[in-house]
């Protein structure tokens, strides 16, 4: 049950992100309208929505790695005798 509601936080939190930021554009198209009899009828409204665009990709790049050499206790004395 808490994982559920900490699912719904976050995609509450994701929306109201969206829309803050312009990523999101959410406009109403159609008014809702009850019906006029009680099994027929009715509409539900309609929207529009301008989302943004998200280009995903990859490229190859060589970069240096740093190399980290680690010494024992024991191996460190040995290379301070040689000294």
Known sequence: MRGLLAVIAIIVLLLIIGVATGFLNINQ?????????????????????????????????????????VDTAKQDQKEDKDK
Do not use: C, H, M, R
Request: hydrophobic share 35%; no cysteine; proline share 7%.
């Open 29 to 69: 198209t159609q008014e809702a309208s009850l019906p006029k009899v009680q099994v027929e009828g009715g509409q539900a409204p309609a929207f529009d929505a301008d989302v943004g665009d998200v280009d995903v990709g990859t490229k190859n790049e060589t970069i240096q790695v740093p190399t980290i050499d």
